[in-house]
C-alpha cells in the first residue's frame, strides 16, 4: 500500500513524497491505520522496518504548535537509538513549522536540557533513567502528553527499567494513546502491556529473519580468530559486525584484525560516549569496514546495508539472537548471519545450515579496507552550519568531486564529513586554509 491512502494531511502527504516515502512498510502498513485513529497498539517489529514511522506520523499530527508543552513521550532504551527516532521524527516533522523535538539522554549535561525545556518543547524523545531524573528536578512537565511510545520495550525491560517506566508513566495523563513497540514478545511484554495500555491492538509483522541467510560454521574453540578472517577473506564484505559477549574479547579481537591489516574498530560499554559516538559514525559512514562488538550495538543503531552479521560468540539467549541478526536485511534487503561454535551449540541456532570451515574459499590477499575516512570540524548545528555550505566547501573551494564525499553528519557543536580516502588529506588541508560562511573551523581526523 502507498501513503496516499491513508487519511494525513496534504502537508504531510507532500512532505513523505519529497522524503522518498511512496510505499508503506509491512509495519507501518498494519499499523498506521491504528496508530492514525488513536488506538493503543502492541507491535513485533525488529529495527530497521520502518516502525519510527509507523508511530511518528501518527503523533505528529496530533500536535498543537501553538501549546510550547511536552505532547508527546517516546522511551528508548540507548541514547543511540533515541538521538536515531530523533533525527526521524524531525524529517517528517518538516510538514509543520515550529515543531521542537528534543532528546533527553544520559551523557549530555542536565543543564543544558533544563534550559532547552524552559524554552519549550512538543515531543520528548529519551531514554527512562534521564527522563525520570528531570521529573525529580520538576524540570519535565508531563501533564499535556496525549501520546506515549515504548521502543524496543524488551530491551528496556532485559535492562531493568520497569519500575522506571512505571514511575514516569504515573506523571502522565491516563486518558492518552500508547504504542508499545518490541523485536520479541514475552510474558514480561504481556505484564506491562496489560498496566499501560487500554485495549490494544495487536500487530505482529511475521518473518523477522526471512531475508536473512543463516550458516552455522562448526569450529573448536582454539580456532576461532582464525575461522573469523576465513570467514572475512571468503564472503569480503563491505560492512560487517562481529559480536563477541565480553569486553575484553571485542578489544581483543579489533586489535588482531588491525594487526592483520583490517579497518576494524571496537565497541564495548567502557568506551567514554564522545568514543562510541565517533565509532559508530565512521562505521555508518564506510570509514571502518569490520565493527567489533558487544551486545551494546544490537539494538538501536540505525545503521543501513550492514552485509554480514558475524556471531564469533554465540549469545546468551535466543532475543539476543534475534536483535544482533536483526543489524542486517534492514528495510526489505537481503543479509547473512554466520556463527561460530562446536557441535554442541548447533541447538542454538535451529534455523541455520550447518557448513565446516574447510568448505571456505579464503582470499589471503584480503584485508577489507574501508573506502572512506572521516574528518571532524569543531563546528555544527549552533554555528548555523549546513551540509550545503560544507559540500559546497568541499567542491567549490577545495577542489573535490562531489563524488568524493559521502555522509555529512552535523551535531550541534561537531561536523563529521566522510571523504573518500584518494581525496582525503586534500580535505583535510584545505579546511584548514578555507573558510565556511566566512570563518575558519578547526579540523581533525578522526
Not at 528534543?102 to 534521564?130: D, E, F, K, N, W
Not at 569496514?289 to 545503521?303: F, P
Amino acid at each position: 500500500m502507498k501513503f496516499e491512502t491513508l487519511k494525513l494531511t496534504e502537508a504531510m502527504q507532500n512532505n513523505l513524497k519529497e522524503l522518498g516515502f511512496v510505499k508503506m512498510t509491512e509495519i507501518q502498513e498494519q499499523s498506521l491505520p491504528y496508530t492514525l485513529e488513536g488506538l493503543d497498539i502492541i507491535a513485533q517489529a525488529k529495527t530497521g522496518s520502518g516502525k519510527t514511522l509507523a508511530f511518528g506520523i501518527a503523533l505528529l499530527q496530533k500536535i498543537n504548535v501553538k501549546k510550547f508543552e511536552p505532547q508527546a513521550l517516546i522511551m528508548c532504551p540507548t541514547r543511540e537509538l533515541a538521538d536515531q527516532v530523533a533525527v526521524e521524527l524531525r524529517k517528517i516533522a518538516r510538514f509543520q513549522h515550529n515543531i521542537k523535538i528534543l532528546t533527553l539522554c544520559g551523557g549530555s549535561p542536565m543543564r543544558a536540557q533544563i534550559q532547552s525545556l524552559y524554552h519549550g518543547a512538543h515531543v520528548i524523545v529519551g531514554t527512562p533513567g534521564r527522563i525520570q531524573d528531570h521529573i525529580g528536578k520538576d524540570t519535565l512537565n508531563l501533564k499535556m502528553i496525549n501520546t506515549v511510545v515504548l521502543d524496543e520495550a524488551d530491551r528496556m525491560l532485559d535492562m531493568g527499567f520497569i519500575d522506571v517506566m512505571e514511575h514516569i508513566l504515573e506523571h502522565v495523563p491516563k486518558k492518552r494513546q500508547t504504542m508499545l513497540f518490541s523485536a520479541t514478545f514475552g510474558d514480561d511484554i504481556d505484564a506491562l502491556s496489560s498496566k499501560i495500555t487500554n485495549n490494544p491492538e495487536m500487530v505482529k509483522v511475521e518473518g523477522v529473519e526471512e531475508n536473512i541467510k543463516q550458516i552455522f560454521y562448526l569450529t573448536h574453540k582454539d580456532q576461532k580468530f582464525e575461522a573469523l578472517l576465513k570467514l572475512l577473506r571468503t564472503y569480503k564484505p563491505e560492512s560487517s559486525i562481529v559480536f563477541c559477549n565480553m569486553k575484553v574479547l571485542v578489544k581483543e579481537v579489533a586489535q588482531g584484525l588491525q594487526d592483520e591489516g583490517f579497518d576494524a574498530l571496537d565497541l564495548h560499554g567502557d568506551l567514554e560516549q564522545i568514543d562510541r559516538i565517533e565509532t559508530l559514525l565512521q562505521f555508518a559512514n564506510r570509514s571502518c569496514s569490520v565493527l567489533v562488538a558487544t551486545d551494546v550495538a544490537a539494538r538501536g543503531l540505525d545503521i543501513d546495508d550492514v552485509d554480514v552479521v558475524i556471531n564469533y560468540d554465540l549469545p546468551r539467549d535466543d532475543e539476543s539472537y534475534v536483535h544482533r541478526i536483526g543489524r542486517t536485511a534492514r528495510a526489505g534487503k537481503s543479509g547473512m548471519a554466520l556463527s561460530l561454535g562446536s557441535k554442541f551449540e548447533l541447538s542454538k541456532i535451529p534455523n541455520a545450515e550447518v557448513k565446516y570451515l574447510d568448505d571456505l574459499d579464503e582470499d589471503l590477499s584480503i584485508t577489507l579496507q574501508a573506502s572512506m575516512r572521516t574528518l571532524c570540524l569543531a563546528g555544527g548545528k549552533k554555528n548555523k552550519l549546513r551540509a550545503g555550505d560544507i559540500l559546497g566547501t568541499l567542491c567549490v573551494a577545495i577542489g573535490l568531486n562531489k563524488e568524493d564525499v559521502g555522509k555529512i553528519n552535523l551535531q550541534d557543536r561537531h561536523t563529521y564529513v566522510a571523504i573518500k580516502k584518494s581525496a582525503f588529506e586534500k580535505a583535510f588541508k584545505g579546511f584548514q586554509k578555507e573558510k565556511i560562511k566566512g570563518r575558519n573551523f578547526r579540523v581533525f581526523r578522526v
